[in-house]
């Protein structure tokens, strides 16, 4: 097998200015919506770093889960420098109700989430393509995931005359301690991130 580097942040050299333009997911981001989870159908990709994670908590998830952490990925461990740890593993979509193998068992939400939010556990056991969810990367590009499922929360009307992050905004402290972005993309969205306030402070 290919040797498994240790990767602490993922690169990136360019960042799509969608990612600063499209809504963001409100106040309390997904685990607060009102959708029934479908961004989970395809399951995820579990970063090496957070697989350690997985394993060590793996008698707080199980109950959660309804099965054996084993049993909850779909791929062996394949190296890749895309993702932090340098290495990753895909999970299992269950059968039963079409959602990926980590999430909470007859109700909503994920159960790396939950715990993460409710017992204090480490943010890093979930997996960095569902925190910054619906922006995500490939190869050294960061962008917003199309299509946005429609029941998304970005996707709500926002009130009118109330000004709505953007979803760099409401992820800006994911992104900026998953990834490692080049200073003058860094540089690029912030300017654009004041050019939106500033566009909807000046809007007639």
């Known amino acids: 097998m290919k040797k498994i580097k240790d990767i ?3 690169r990136i050299r360019r960042v799509d200015p969608e990612v600063v333009e499209q809504k963001g997911l409100f106040g309390g981001g997904c ?3 009102g959708c029934e989870d479908i961004c989970c159908e395809y399951g995820c990709d579990v970063d090496y770093a957070t697989l350690g994670l997985i394993y060590r908590y793996r008698r707080l998830i199980e109950p959660l889960t309804g099965a054996s952490v084993d049993d909850c990925f779909s791929t062996e461990l394949t190296p890749d420098e895309d993702y932090i740890g340098g290495a990753y593993r895909e999970t299992l979509v269950r059968e039963e109700d079409e959602r990926c193998a980590f ?3 007859d109700r ?5 989430f939950y715990l993460w939010q409710t017992k204090g556990l480490p943010k890093r056991i979930v997996p960095t393509i569902c925190r910054v969810y619906p922006v995500t990367w490939h190869r050294g590009h960061l962008f917003v995931d199309r299509p946005i499922k429609r029941a998304c929360r970005c996707l709500e009307r926002a009130p009118k005359g109330v000004y709505i992050p953007s979803i760099y905004e409401t992820q800006r402290r994911d992104i900026l301690a998953l990834f490692e972005i080049e200073p003058k993309e860094l540089e690029k969205i912030e300017r654009l991130r004041k050019e ?3 566009r909807f402070k000046n809007r007639p």
């Open 103 to 105: 999430h909470l068992k």
């Open 108 to 112: 909503k939400g994920c159960a790396l």
């Open 8 to 10: 602490k942040k993922i």
């Open 196 to 198: 939106r306030i500033r």
């Open 31 to 33: 685990m607060d919506a």
